[in-house]
């Protein structure tokens, strides 16, 4: 079946922009994830969000980020007046629940100018 | 919060060779993962190990969970094995922590 995936591929923007970067989990995964990935970098936990409980966003590095998750599917990473340290690739993951293994999109590789 | 530390952090292999990789934690952990990086970026899946041993092919993996570490073990190996690998745990926040990793780069 599909494999998570995330769109877009690569985002150029400048500095001061807003962006949204998308992530389409596994169909029926009920947990999803968000990390950044820093060039070189180990993963850095953002958010996750399962069913429909609140989502824990205590990895949010700043109030510039949010992220949602639409009818327990598709989830929107939202970075509002991006800086060059948000420059990072941002990779997102899905599970079949709480306590399984994470599935992992090809990430959105976003370069603020 | 909770440390993970990887050994050793980079690791040149002749092809064929077999190479050991290890994943120290912290504090207790309910949920363990190996992951490969290949040098596109991807991250695959190889081994979800709370605990106890697994074996897929060439690669095996342990993990001593009241010890606080698990290894991955790599036989015979391959220029596609090259990459970065990387362990995450779960402390029971269902929050996976994850390891500084290990840059593998194997020759021909």
């Known amino acids: 079946g599909a494999g998570v995936s995330q769109s877009p591929s690569n985002k150029v923007t400048e500095k001061g922009k807003d962006v949204e970067l998308r992530c389409d989990p596994i169909s029926g995964h009920t947990a999803l994830y968000w990390y950044r990935q820093s060039l070189g970098q180990g993963l850095e936990f953002l958010i996750y969000f399962q069913g429909n409980s609140a989502p824990d966003k205590s990895g949010l590095p700043s109030d510039r980020f949010s992220a949602e998750r639409t009818g327990g599917s598709v989830s929107t990473l939202t970075i509002q007046r991006t800086q060059q340290e948000d420059s990072a690739v941002y990779l997102c993951?899905?599970?079949?629940?709480?306590?399984?293994?994470?599935?992992f999109g090809p990430g959105t590789r976003l370069t603020v100018t | 919060g909770i440390q993970v530390e990887q050994s050793p952090p980079d690791l040149i292999l002749q092809e064929g060779a077999n190479s050991t990789l290890r994943c120290n934690f912290s504090?207790?952990?309910?949920?363990l993962q190996w992951f490969h990086q290949n040098p596109w970026g991807q991250l695959i899946n190889l081994f979800y190990i709370p605990s106890g041993t697994k074996q897929n092919g060439r690669l095996s993996a342990t993990t001593v969970a009241t010890e606080r570490y698990s290894l991955l073990y790599i036989s015979s190996s391959q220029t596609t094995d090259s990459g970065v690998y990387f362990c995450a745990v779960e402390p029971g926040t269902y929050k996976y922590i994850f390891g500084t990793g290990t840059r593998l780069k194997v020759l021909a």
């Open positions: 504090d207790s952990v309910n949920n």
């Open positions: 993951a899905s599970t079949p629940g709480i306590r399984y293994e994470q599935y």
